[in-house]
């Protein structure tokens, strides 16, 4: 499917979901935001709270593979993208993913924010850059 988008030139950018939590980690950040604390560091790298998906490591590799021969397909990896499972505002740990398995709107806002601020480049800024360049 993604060879058959980008044939005609169209540029697809993957990017991964944050770090999967088995249990819906936006409870446990309300509940602590409720008792005036922050989720602690600890808490969120430790690895029985978080999901060890098999089945998504190999759909990640085989997608890896498929950017390697396809210059149109652009493979941003969790690690590339997230340099945490977590983010800082107003000094309190939040997470990335609201549910445990996919990117909240804070979440969302504050990879877009880190994104367009980096000052180094990355794949993804150089591709929007490369794309604005191309419609000129």
Do not use: C, W
């Not at 997608?63 to 000094?91: A, C, G, W």
């Amino acid at each position: 499917m993604i060879n058959e988008i980008t044939k005609d030139g169209v540029k697809v950018v993957y990017l991964p979901n944050p770090t999967i939590f088995k249990r819906n980690i936006r409870n446990d950040y309300i509940s602590s935001m409720i008792q005036g604390k922050s989720l602690s560091e600890d808490y969120l790298n430790k690895e029985n709270n978080m999901v060890n998906n098999n089945y998504v490591k190999k759909v990640e590799m085989k997608l890896r593979l498929l950017s390697k021969h396809n210059d149109n397909f652009i493979y941003i990896s969790k690690s590339e993208l997230y340099k945490h499972d977590f983010f800082i505002r107003d000094s309190k740990l939040i997470p990335y993913s609201a549910d445990g398995g996919h990117i909240s709107i804070l979440g969302a806002e504050e990879l877009a924010s880190e994104i367009i601020n980096e000052k180094s480049k990355s794949k993804i800024t150089n591709l929007l850059e490369q794309t604005s360049r191309e419609k000129v």
